[in-house]
């Protein structure tokens, strides 16, 4: 599948949710039985609060609270007609959801800023033109990369239901956009053959690299 990516899409929302803001939004019953067991309360603590921007999210589009659980694949499970992703990092969880009658999918990633990325990373995720591309900025664009093709493996994971490597994936950034055209790299299945094309929107806002894989249900 390969979308046209002359405009930036509009219509899904995305809410972020700091730890230090005390939410005092509850997980449900349920949610609270999905939460990582045995793990450190930091962990805990990112579960809960991605599932309380979910859930503003969908709050945004006038939907009452309802259990975001889990899929077979750890992905969360929107209520039906919504597609979206959660992110997590430190002390702070983004999420973003959008009508299924727009949106095939979305996946999103977030990552601290100030996250450093060695060389030796870009190595093994980069391909040779994102390694000459990153090299111009290494600090804040391994961090793009990283985060954009962490998206798209979000995005794509519940239509075709297969893991992805770094390498699957290839990022272009296009400047006037702000944003990637990421190419697969492997066939994973029609329509998500090599050489699909997906949209990556990706920025910096308030200390964090966010990047965000849009796809559009086809016209």
């Known amino acids: 599948m390969t979308q046209q990516h002359d405009e930036q899409p509009e219509g899904f929302i995305c809410e972020i949710v700091h730890g230090d803001e005390a939410p005092s939004e509850r997980l449900t019953l349920q949610e609270a039985a999905i939460s990582p067991r045995g793990a450190h309360a930091d962990v805990v603590k990112r579960f809960k609060l991605g599932r309380i921007a979910a859930k503003r999210c969908l709050a945004a589009f006038g939907e009452p609270p309802t259990p975001i659980l889990n899929g077979d694949g ?10 979206g992703s959660i992110s997590h990092t430190l002390d702070i969880a983004a999420a973003v959801v959008g009508r299924g009658a727009q949106y095939l999918s ?29 090299k111009e900025d290494a600090a804040k664009r391994g961090l793009m990369v990283f985060c954009a093709k962490e998206s798209v493996f979000k995005a794509l994971f519940p239509m075709h239901r297969k893991r992805m490597n770094f390498l699957d994936v290839a990022t272009h950034w296009e400047e006037e956009h702000q944003a ?13 053959d090599a050489g699909a094309t997906v949209l990556t929107l990706c920025h910096e806002s308030d200390g964090l690299i966010i990047a965000l894989t849009v796809i559009e249900q086809p016209e």
């Open 106 to 134: 979305l996946g999103i990633d977030i990552e601290s800023a100030d996250r450093k990325i060695n060389k030796s990373v870009i190595d093994k995720i980069g391909t040779p033109q994102e390694k000459r591309w990153v």
């Open 180 to 192: 990637f055209i990421s190419t697969l790299l492997t066939d994973f299945g029609s329509p998500w």
């Open 74 to 83: 750890g992905e969360p499970l929107f209520p039906p007609g919504y597609v």
